[in-house]
């Protein structure tokens, strides 16, 4: 059970989550959008949001910052929050411009202000669940885009909360977060969304 739930945590890490959501919207989307233009932003956005935090996490780990890629403790956070910051405003400005996919834009306009919303506790030594700000976000971006489009995507929507109720409980049970801990987060992941649905919904 143990090594269930721990798997639950590295399959379903933060730093996979965006590049699902955005999978999910090319996969489902009934805009028509170029081939050659879906791959070459999902290869931009795998490097940006996976490759790169992990180049980050491995110096990071070198130089003795931090020991695990779950960021223990809330002074481990606080480093790769700033560089992750840094790397949204990125795909903010390169890879999804509100010009593009306005949908995706405001999607990772509501993951840069749960970012910033997280490391600001972690600088006030409160570690909100980075897991559950993930899921949570995307959770609201499945409704949202179910919304949007008029699209029945209750299946991907039941995955999708299953999904954050078993990292919920994976957190819980390798004692990596307290209840609090995990609702704040969700709380985190889901709001900057709900708050950015009237600039495209």
Known sequence: MKWLLKSISYIFHPIIMPFLAVHFYFQKSPRFIPEQLIYAKQISLFILTAVLPIMVYFLLKTLGQTKSIHLKTAKERIFP???????IGLI?????????????????????????TCLLLAILKFKASIHLIATGGVVMFFIAFAIHFSINING???????????????????????????I?????????QLMLLKYWL
Request: proline fraction near 4%.
């Open 156 to 182: 991907s929507l039941a995955l999708m909360v299953l999904i954050t109720g078993a990292v919920a409980s994976s957190r819980l049970y390798l004692k990596a977060h307290t209840g609090k801990e995990l």
């Open 81 to 87: 929050l700033l560089v992750n910051s840094f790397i």
């Open 92 to 116: 903010l400005y390169r890879v999804f411009p509100l010009d593009h996919i306005p949908e995706l834009y405001y999607f990772f306009m509501g993951i840069l202000i749960s970012n910033t």
């Open 184 to 192: 704040v987060g969700l709380i985190i992941g889901l709001t900057p």
